[in-house]
């Protein structure tokens, strides 16, 4: 995808290749296919729904601007260093590991059996990751989000973007602006380093995700899966 030429834009004409692309990788046994199209893609989208493929992922981003920010003074939002994030790992796991538990609370969502301390401790302390945390008046983590510049979707153009998320916010300070502070955070700390654009993914069925991410960032990729099997 796309497709080019006469008549490409055509829903019959995109319709057959992928009819003709199934006839053959079919006759090898039972497929998976995973699609990915821009939002914008209009007749691509609708077509593939049609055929019985699920949107299961979606990715946005926020150009980041300059204009001037006032951040709530309730709290105090910092980057943590490795070794802060070694000695406060026990709070950090807390707060990462109810992003898990949400996620699996769901059966729409997923398993997450990837999702154990390990891994999110190696991100975390990956060079390319940054770590932001909220910090109450007593010293207590309240919210954290990460940013990391090694996954870069756009480096084929000549700007730089890096991805968001694992955003979490503790119960008590939800309905206040530190989402949005911790949003914003980000993007005073990458805007420093000469980044241009924010991108975050998340699973199209977590309504929780898309109310965060989609009140910020444009929506500019959705992937798509069916599987087939042969009979």
């Known amino acids: 995808m796309p497709v080019y030429g006469y008549y490409a834009s055509s829903e019959k004409t995109l319709s057959k290749l992928f009819c003709k692309l199934s006839d053959i990788v079919i006759s090898n046994g039972d497929t998976k296919f995973q699609i990915n199209l821009y939002a914008h893609d ?59 538990k949400h996620l699996k609370q769901a059966p729409v969502f997923y398993p997450g059996y990837e999702f154990t301390e390990q891994v999110y401790k190696e991100f975390f302390m990956d060079s390319e990751t940054n770590l932001h945390i909220a910090l109450s008046k007593d010293d207590k983590i309240i919210g954290m989000i990460e940013s990391n510049s090694e996954l870069d979707v756009f480096a084929f153009h ?67 899966v069916r599987a087939i099997k042969k009979y």
């Open 42 to 100: 209009y007749e691509a989208l609708a077509l593939f729904s049609m055929i019985q493929f699920g949107y299961i992922y979606e990715q946005g981003r926020l150009e980041i601007t300059d204009y001037p920010y006032q951040f709530n003074d309730t709290y105090t939002i910092k980057t943590l260093e490795k070794d802060e994030i070694e000695k406060r790992w026990d709070e950090i796991w807390t707060l990462t590991d109810a992003i898990i």
């Open 158 to 224: 000549s700007t730089k973007s890096v991805n968001v998320g694992e955003i979490y916010v503790m119960p008590k300070y939800r309905g206040s602006s530190l989402s949005k502070d911790l949003l914003q955070f980000v993007i005073e700390h990458e805007k420093q380093k000469d980044a241009r654009y924010l991108w975050a993914g998340h699973g199209t069925a977590n309504p929780n995700a898309r109310g965060f991410w989609n009140k910020y960032f444009k929506t500019y990729q959705y992937e798509l």
